[in-house]
Nanobody, 130 residues
């Protein structure tokens, strides 16, 4: 069982910044890809960003240039730095992880499809006011 714990959510004004953290077991960094997802009331969950075991990253178009995903292997922590926040970024944010099926191969990407993730945190709320 992979236990993920998000923190860092809160309320900010538009244009502000937040950094989300996700504490994860150390073994998730060896061969897992990890991602951040969000779900706003009445909307489907969407992938925000992901990071592969070797560090490749991907972003949703809506957050490119504003959000940065990273991980600190020494601290066993996944981060999402969110800058220039907009009211439409308001949502519950979740971190997720799953073993990469292509780990060890020449091409080992991550994915922002939530169907590819089996382990999820409880979420942290982000609210952006205009």
């Amino acid at each position: 069982q992979v236990l993920l714990a998000e923190s860092g959510g809160g309320s900010v004004q538009a244009g502000g910044s937040l950094r989300l953290s996700c504490a994860a077991p150390d073994y998730t960094y060896s061969n897992y890809y990890m991602g951040w997802f969000r779900q706003a009331p009445g909307k489907e969950r969407e992938g925000v960003a992901c990071i592969a075991s070797e560090g490749e990253t991907r972003y949703a178009d809506s957050v490119k240039g504003r959000f940065t995903i990273s991980k600190d292997n020494a601290e066993n922590t996944l981060y999402l730095q969110m800058n220039s926040l907009k009211p439409e970024d308001t949502a519950m944010y979740y971190c997720a992880a799953d073993p990469s099926p292509s780990y060890g191969s020449d091409y080992d990407p991550c994915t922002t499809d939530d169907a590819d993730y089996g382990y999820w945190g409880q979420g942290t709320q982000v609210t952006v006011s205009s």
